[in-house]
């Protein structure tokens, strides 16, 4: 099994980017898929998170409103548009799967997801 990550890179206070996750050697549309992130000094947390058919998103509260998370099964691929970014964005970027169903009190538990992608940078500053 293998997430790949990519997407991350240097982009100015209220630019935009789009991360990738691309899932190979599982069945990708049996598994919810979760972004994460880890900012130097913090606790990892969770970004956001899609159902395995994509009918229900969940995003962490500072992000609302500015990434949208998108999946295409057809391509094992998970999308996080991220808009309006902060420099309070900055940090590496980790998509995960999950067997699970994500409901709102339950799609941060980490404990939840068992593949993780390796990361991708994110630094927004001038």
């Known amino acids: 099994v293998q997430l790949q990550a990519s997407g991350g890179g240097l982009v100015q206070p209220g630019g935009s980017l789009r991360l990738s996750c691309a899932a190979s050697?599982?069945?990708?549309?049996?598994?919810?898929t979760g972004w994460f992130r880890q900012a130097p000094g913090k606790e990892r947390e969770g970004v956001s998170c899609?159902?395995?058919?994509?009918?229900?998103?969940f995003y962490t509260g500072s992000v609302k409103g500015r990434f949208t998370i998108s999946r295409d099964n057809t391509q094992n691929t998970v999308y996080l548009q991220m808009d309006s970014l902060k420099p309070e964005d900055s940090a590496v970027y980790y998509c995960?799967?999950?067997?699970?169903?994500?409901?709102?009190?339950?799609?941060?538990?980490?404990?939840?997801?068992?593949?993780w992608g390796q990361g991708t940078q994110v630094t927004v500053s001038s």
């Open positions: 995960a799967t999950s067997n699970g169903n994500p409901i709102t009190s339950t799609w941060r538990w980490e404990s939840l997801y068992d593949y």
């Open positions: 899609i159902s395995r058919g994509g009918g229900r998103k």
């Open positions: 050697g599982l069945t990708f549309n049996d598994k919810t």
